[in-house]
């Protein structure tokens, strides 16, 4: 069982910069970050695997950067240029191995608000 915890959420203007991190309680293989605004479905935005290798959301390409520090099972976000569009709840997201097979663990999201 792995346990997620979210801080940096917040409220900025647009064209402002927040950073996200989350700290796992034990190892996983991937770790990232998912969106969900209000009357849409969840959708990626960044992982990083253990190896380093990331994968970003169209979207956020060349604004945010996903980052993650393995010695403390931690992952960061560092969003820039941030837009309206950006508002949602951000939940971190890790995969890890459990009893022998992948699970997928959630944390409880954090607001990102940014006022046009």
């Known amino acids: 069982q792995v346990q997620l915890v979210e801080s940096g959420g917040g409220l900025v203007q647009a064209g402002g910069s927040l950073r996200l991190s989350c700290v796992a309680s034990g190892s996983a293989f991937t770790m990232g970050w998912y969106r969900q605004a209000p009357g849409k479905e969840r959708e990626l935005v960044a992982t990083i695997t253990r190896g380093g290798s990331t994968n970003y959301a169209d979207s956020v390409k060349g604004r945010f950067t996903v980052s993650r520090n393995g010695a403390e099972n931690t992952v960061y976000l560092q969003m820039d240029i941030l837009k309206p569009e950006d508002t949602a709840v951000y939940y971190c997201?890790?995969?890890?191995?459990?009893?022998?097979?992948?699970?997928?663990?959630w944390g409880q999201g954090t607001q990102v608000t940014v006022s046009s």
């Open positions: 997201y890790a995969k890890a191995i459990n009893a022998g097979s992948w699970v997928n663990y």
